[in-house]
């Protein structure tokens, strides 16, 4: 199986043919159902969850599955709890890169994240392909749009855009990030937060904990393979849906930093920059990192 960039990827089971990505996703549960505040032994919820992703049938079941032991073993505050936390952090991270007024959030999702940016005076707008119930809420303008769709704003509208975690869920990231150039006006700030692999083991990352680290000493093969375990767990099994159009889309779509950063470059953005995250998201254990550029006028 190849993904958009043509990187091959392993069958889902077979990433617990290989002990160090099964040493790294252990560890990296621990910190995800600590977030998650759950009420029986992490230990035992843990083997629970792995003993069931190394032996499903069916993939829709082992959704089902897992997003069962979750939800019997934590309250649904705590996860609104620590998806507020997700929110919060992306906004630190992202906050002092911002410029203007407006601002577009691609891939919007709940509306977390963008409530942050309301708070601040900016004139948000979000568009997903799809409308998460909370976002009648929110008193900000939402625009639906099917999977690569021309987005239905003009061109240079939006002193901002943001991309985070975003561009490796579409089928083709590649269009969605040309809509959201086209979007943003000459001068303006492009945001995108990825989860990537192909990390230098040698990289200092601004997160460094336990579990930075130990992503850092896998090959590039093995940071692809943890990257896939915990998108699926946090997309697919923490947010279970039994119909198959409410399921997020899952194709795989990643990329090292440098490669994300020469696209950017190559789209004519000026001041270009990425930032090493590192292990951020205890409810979303992925490395991530961050890139800037302003298009150029």
Known sequence: MKNFFN????????IFQNQNCISHISLALDLFLL???VSDSTEDIKNQILNDACSFKSINQYEKNVNKIILETTEKINIEKALDSRAKRYFHHTKKYLKG???????SGDGKIAKHFSTQGLDVTLTDVYKHPSIDSLNMEFNFHQPNE????????FDNVLLITVLHHCEDPSFTLKEAIRVLKPGGVILIIESVYGVASNIVSLNDNS???SFLKLDFDEQFAVNMFFDHLYNRCLFYSDEADQKVNTPFNYRSPEL????LIDSGFTEVSKVYLGYEQPIAPIYHTLHFGIKDD
């Open 7 to 14: 990187v091959a990827y392993p069958r889902f089971n077979d």
């Open 35 to 37: 977030e998650l505040k």
């Open 101 to 107: 007024k407006s601002l577009l959030d691609i891939g």
């Open 150 to 157: 021309i987005l239905p704003f003009k061109e240079g509208k």
């Open 211 to 213: 579990i930075t680290k």
């Open 260 to 263: 994300w950063n020469k696209t």
